[in-house]
């Protein structure tokens, strides 16, 4: 129920009250008697009823109003709360709480806060007054979601809004009216020594109580009654209660200074400063929540004079006041009731004298003096060097900006205040420009972070900015790269463990950060993908956040490349000539006509030699799809090859089982391709089997294949083929090749590269702040994974994309492909030394000439030595990486979202937390590895293979044959039709391309690590990445077939194709 006050209740602990006692009604009752006291009781509650009751409301509000307005201009101050102290910080929403929750106080959820203490009257600290704390849910002058506003006093003064004036006037107008106003009624005693404190030690130490009930509505719909505080979050006893001798003479305290005393009339405000440059101050913001039924409550539970028994307080948030504003911030910052979340209203007033009119009053009187207040300028300034580099304008046309621009320098003892950039006569922010502004303000200490605020309609993408502070020289960098919004708050580059930081606020900023990008960074639900790595949700290109959206001149890079290369196509003569062929070689004569230099001369290499056995085994080694070979232990079950078959074939005049016992034979299996659909639209029908292939290493080192067999299931319509074959051989191996280029195409390059990698990114974005190490590291080599993604959803996997037009097993058949394929992904196909020995072909004795595997060992070892370098810096020991909340947030939505485990799924073996230092380097150099090396590997060759289709058909047009003795008549009808020929030659010409703005392996131009230590290691390994090259390149002198797909020079940093 809600009541007044006894003196001897008995209050929750978190009070701060001890053994205080409020002997309010007690002095009542000795001055005026028992009698006048119970009779002033029933009575203190009574109003009259006015006949015209909104105008009465109006009136006294507009009055109230006129007040704020006219103090303000007197005085340049508010009109009440006249001397204040400023800080910033940030509130976090409990993460167990215990009242019923809104999208607005949600658990976990980080605010940036701005907060305000000051006396509510007057402006000497000393004398006995209301002490009062505002905080703002944003850091801003003005506006903002939400706006607390609490006062000392655990009920309020007055109730009605002429009880509000009346205080007012009773406190402001001498001794004798106040002592008048305490004695009108025993609540207006008893409440006046609840608000008012003396002396007290500081404003850190007090509870604070929002005066007006609030109407909260949470998730659940029903309207409930809340009210708040703010207490210490160490629960300190609360200072400057009025002693029994102060309540006795209530009158004579007000606005008078005691003739001893020496403390300076702002002492609480210097205290206050001195506090938070020592360190932070926090505080706990507490909730009330009343089970409301209008039917029957009383509307006393409106009333602040009245308490609320036996509702207790709920933790709400927690609030870390970090660093001071100035002064002149501190004015310019306004509070106002009108700034609520959705889940908080009011009632609304029907009379000046109802309960509610307080909050009637407030809403409309408070917030509108802001323009004319003033604060004090600093007395002691220095000058800040601030350098500000533009993002060039070639790379984004909308780099630059034309807004205003304001920043605000934070330090270990305050910030400065926000301060626009600007010089005269000149253009600010152009597109790759750098500019020197000289900033004029209060020295804040150690630079920790800096505010960058833009006002305008304008994009701005900024690169780096050096502060250099002219009194102590300390010059800092804020790596940025990326758009501004309307707020951005930058750390400085050097990279720092969450559990390394040494201030709450710094702690909070991290988690801010992280908040705002989950925020923006959502996985899709997309019921298409099912089954699928997790990925972000934006249906095109243009919905992805800003930040990871391709760059204007790489964005026009691929739109043209498409565009001119259909337009090649066509004037080559392609698309107007015949759907069949009637000899391989005609394709040979379009592409000559359609092909650049550089690229025909391999192509012109395969062309000639793409029916050789020789050759189909190269290709298997190193060629776009170099994953699906795997080391022949025993012949599987299905797969009847007979030495017989076979022997013929072999070179060292041993068996079967002897070759296959020394390593020497190697199988091809494409049983993932049984149950998956095939294309089928009208005439447009493309077949592929699901073949097995045998290969063998000769004596003299090459691999070529010795059967195939082109379904799973043995049997007399299933034969097996060999080289004595002919034409049916030459048929087989090109039905192999069609088979593989299903699963390079969907499960090698797409899935595995591509959609496993933005299972990382997701998570990445969602977890890691721009300061984490982790994320300085991996960002060069994740930023565009969701771009392309994005993009690839709707150009080549969705309905009429490429893949229909080019594969086997569009129309649909390549999402159930990729997500059975994903269904077995084991994260140790990531780690390519393991892989390789999973597979069987790491021995270089067994299995020669294999460049991809011996190229990629190279790369490996190198990217393992730079991220060991790397993360050494940081990591010392296993128990940092345990420690690493934001590191194993990651991994774990990664195990959770990004790469999660779907019904029917195997494990992926993805971990739930990383436990070594070994754990964590191993997976961050798969992730390079992967996103730079492996795309590379099965990406970038592409042209080389598929152009001439005879070589890597896409697709058959015609079924696998099921009878030997195939024709050269049979062998040409199964040729892919010039339509899936052409359209796959388009998509892997477009795919194959390097971007102009590609940024290779190695190449860091965004400084997002400032060490030197760091810079260090990745010159190290830009020196290991040379030695490499030159010993490639030293290699594929003696070859046909020069292997140049990893060298360091080809290798994209990230996934952008």
């Known amino acids: 129920m809600a009541s007044d006050i006894p003196s001897s209740a008995k209050e929750d602990e978190e009070s701060g009250l001890g053994n205080w006692e409020n002997l309010g009604y007690e002095i009542f009752k000795t001055k005026l008697g028992e009698e006048v006291f119970e009779a002033k009781r029933k009575t203190q509650y009574q109003f009259p009823s006015p006949t015209f009751p909104s105008v009465g409301l109006s009136w006294n509000t507009g009055l109230l109003k006129v007040g704020f307005l006219a103090a303000a201009y007197k005085t340049t101050k508010r009109g009440s709360h006249k001397r204040g102290v400023g800080a910033a910080g940030y509130a976090k929403i409990v993460d167990n709480p215990q009242y019923p929750q809104d999208n607005f106080f949600r658990k976990g959820r980080i605010f940036e806060v701005r907060l305000r203490h000051a006396n509510v009257f007057f402006t000497d600290d000393t004398v006995a007054d209301g002490r009062s704390i505002s905080i703002k849910f944003e850091d801003a002058e003005s506006g903002g979601p939400f706006d607390l506003i609490c006062n000392t006093g655990r009920v309020g003064p007055f109730c009605t809004l002429p009880g509000s004036m009346a205080f007012g006037k009773g406190l402001k107008s001498g001794p004798e009216t106040a002592e008048e106003f ?55 006893p609360e200072t400057g209660l009025l002693s029994e001798e102060d309540q006795k003479q209530l009158w004579h305290l007000i606005d008078q200074r005691h003739p001893d005393e020496t403390r300076s009339a702002t002492y609480l405000q210097d205290e206050y400063k001195k506090r938070i440059k020592d360190g932070e101050v926090q505080y706990t913001i507490q909730i009330q929540i009343h089970e409301w039924d209008p039917d029957t409550d009383s509307d006393t539970y409106f009333s602040v004079m009245h308490h609320w028994d036996n509702h207790p307080w709920m933790n709400l948030a927690h609030v870390t006041s970090a660093t001071l504003l100035s002064d002149l911030d501190t004015e310019k910052t306004s509070f106002a009731l009108n700034n609520r979340p959705d889940s908080l209203d009011f009632v609304k007033a029907k009379s000046q004298y109802d309960y509610n009119s307080i909050a009637h009053a407030r809403l409309h009187a408070y917030n509108k003096s802001r323009k004319v207040r003033k604060g004090k300028a600093p007395d002691n300034t220095i000058v800040y060097m601030v350098t500000v580099s533009t993002s060039s304008g070639r790379e984004r046309k909308e780099a630059g900006t034309d807004d205003d621009v304001f920043i605000t320098i934070i330090g270990t003892e305050g910030r400065t205040r926000k301060t626009q950039l600007e010089t005269t006569f000149y253009d600010d922010f152009e597109a790759g420009d750098t500019k020197v502004y000289k900033v004029q303000a209060e020295h804040v200490g150690e630079i920790l972070m800096l505010n960058i605020e833009r006002k305008g309609n304008d994009n701005w993408h900024v690169g780096m900015i050096h502060v250099v502070n002219s009194l102590t020289s300390e010059e800092v960098e804020f790596p940025c790269y990326r758009w501004v919004p309307n707020k951005l708050t930058l750390r400085s580059g050097k990279a720092v463990l969450p559990f390394q930081e040494t201030r709450e606020e710094l702690r909070l900023q991290r988690k801010f950060e992280i908040q705002q990008r989950q925020e923006v960074y959502t996985y899709s639900t997309n019921k298409t993908y099912e089954g699928f790595p997790g990925f972000i949700g934006a249906a095109e290109h243009a919905d992805l956040p800003p930040d990871v959206q391709f760059n204007d001149l790489k964005l026009h890079d691929f739109k043209h490349s498409a565009d001119s290369t259909k337009r090649k196509y066509k004037l080559a003569g392609l698309l107007e000539l015949f759907d069949t062929w009637d000899h391989p070689n005609k394709y040979v004569e379009i592409y000559e006509r359609f092909a650049d230099e550089e690229n025909l001369t391999i192509v012109r290499k395969v062309m000639g030699a793409w029916d050789k056995d020789e050759e189909f085994g190269r290709q298997f080694l190193n060629a776009i799809n170099p994953n699906q070979l795997r080391r022949c232990d025993k012949l599987p079950a299905n797969f009847p090859v007979t030495n017989a078959m076979v022997q013929k074939f072999m070179t060292r005049d041993k068996t079967l089982e002897e070759e296959i016992k020394d390593g020497h034979v190697y199988i091809l299996s494409y049983e993932a391709l049984e149950g998956i659909p095939r294309m089928k639209v009208k005439k447009d029908v493309r077949h592929t089997p699901e073949p097995i292939c045998l290969l063998y290493v000769r004596a003299s080192k090459e691999l070529v294949p010795i059967a195939i067999q082109l379904f799973q299931t043995p049997g007399e319509n299933n034969p097996i083929w060999t080289p004595d074959d002919s034409w049916g051989w030459q048929l087989a191996k090109m039905n192999v090749k069609a088979a593989d280029a299903q699963m390079h195409q969907l499960n090698t390059h797409l899935l595995k590269t591509h959609l496993i990698m933005e299972g990382f990114t997701v998570p990445f974005f969602r977890s890691l702040p721009s300061v984490h190490p982790v994320y300085k590291l991996l960002l060069p080599h994740l930023r565009h994974t969701m771009a392309i993604n994005t993009i690839g959803r709707v150009a080549l996997v969705s309905e009429g994309g490429s893949v229909d037009q080019t594969l086997a097993v569009g129309g649909g058949g390549h999402v159930t492909l990729m997500a059975k394929m994903f269904a077995t992904f084991h994260l140790v196909e990531y780690d390519f030394p393991a892989f390789l020995k999973l597979r069987g072909v790491a021995d270089t004795e ?70 070594t230092f070994n754990q964590l380097q191993n997976l961050l150099t798969c992730i390079i590895f992967n996103a730079s090396c492996q795309h590379a590997a099965v990406n970038f060759g592409q042209l080389h293979s598929y152009a001439f289709a005879p070589n890597y058909p896409m697709a058959m047009s015609t079924p696998a044959p099921t009878k030997k003795g195939v024709t050269f008549e049979e062998f040409v009808a199964a040729l892919p039709s010039k339509k899936t020929a052409t359209s796959g030659m388009v998509t892997t010409y477009v795919l194959s391309r390097f971007s102009d703005e590609e940024i290779w392996l190695g190449q860091y131009p965004d400084e997002h690590f400032t060490e030197d230590a760091a810079k260090g290691v990745m010159e190290q390994f830009r020196h290991e990445l040379r030695e490499i090259s030159l010993k490639i390149k030293e290699r594929n002198k003696t070859l046909q077939f020069p292997y140049e797909y990893l060298l360091p020079e080809n290798v994209p940093n990230s996934i952008a194709i």
């Open 846 to 915: 067994k299995l020669p000439n294999y460049f991809y595997r011996d190229d990629g060992l190279l790369m490996w070892n190198a990217i393992s030595n730079f991220t060991t370098g790397m993360m050494s810096l940081y990591y010392h020991s296993d128990e940092h990486v345990q420690k690493d909340e934001e590191l194993q947030a990651w991994i774990k939505e990664v195990h959770e979202k990004g790469l999660k485990v779907w019904p029917g799924n195997e494990d992926h073996a993805v971990p739930v937390s990383l436990q």
């Open 182 to 236: 305490c004695y009108q009624n025993p609540a207006n005693y008893l409440t006046t020594v609840e608000s008012l404190r003396r002396y007290p030690d500081s404003y850190a130490d007090l509870r604070y109580y929002a005066q007006v009930t609030y109407v909260y509505t949470p998730d659940d719909g029903r309207k409930r009654l809340a009210r708040f505080r703010v207490i210490p979050r160490d629960l300190r």
